[in-house]
């Protein structure tokens, strides 16, 4: 029985390792080589880790940000970050989030869906850089979006210093300043 339950804890461990390293490898933040060196971290998953970003994120912003992506395209794709999934919209918060997109100038990208938590996170990087006055509530939900964005946006100002796009990472180097300026 002693036997049959180590096996059963093995295999399981090895099914998570597994798993693990194919999402990695899918996610380009890991690799691999035929040599001694077995698993090695790639430039992406370096800044995953540095950060403490998703490997869902680093890859999205990997594969979506292009050489001359400007400060709006920032914003929309830290904004899409899936850090931002967990943001809780509270009921009748629509209505706020209709008034703030009336009085930011970019508007969200899902327009008209303000009951997700990636336009809620993209309307409360926008009143912060407007200094828009909020609500209690949305004010502690807009420190939260802030800092976390702030962490992003660092991370997609490497992928961007990685690719020698100099006119990309400005633009993520300034929306990192107008996060802290605000």
């Not at 390293?21 to 690799?31: G, I, K, N, P, T």
């Not at 992506?69 to 009748?92: I, M, N, P, Q, Y």
């Not at 990087?125 to 962490?151: C, E, G, I, N």
């Amino acid at each position: 029985r002693g036997d049959e339950l180590a096996f059963a804890i093995s295999a399981h461990l090895s099914e998570l390792v597994e798993e693990s390293l194919d999402s990695l490898l899918e996610a380009r933040c890991v690799e691999v080589s035929t040599g001694d060196d077995g698993i090695s971290a790639s430039n992406l998953g370096l800044i995953a880790a540095h950060y403490g970003i998703s490997i869902a994120s680093i890859d999205m912003f990997s594969l979506s940000v292009k050489r001359g992506t400007k400060l709006k395209g920032v914003l929309e794709l830290v904004s899409a970050a899936v850090e931002f999934d967990g943001l809780t919209v509270r009921h009748k918060e629509r209505f706020i989030m209709e008034q703030i997109a009336d009085a930011v100038p970019i508007q969200p990208t899902n327009q008209h869906q303000y009951d997700d938590p990636h336009t809620k996170a993209h309307l409360l990087l926008q009143a912060h850089f407007t200094r828009l006055s909020l609500p209690p509530a949305l004010q502690a939900d807009q420190v939260k979006v802030v800092q976390r964005a702030y962490q992003l946006a660092q991370a997609l100002f490497d992928v961007c210093a990685s690719h020698g796009w100099l006119g990309t990472a400005c633009a993520a180097a300034d929306f990192c300043q107008m996060l802290v300026m605000a």
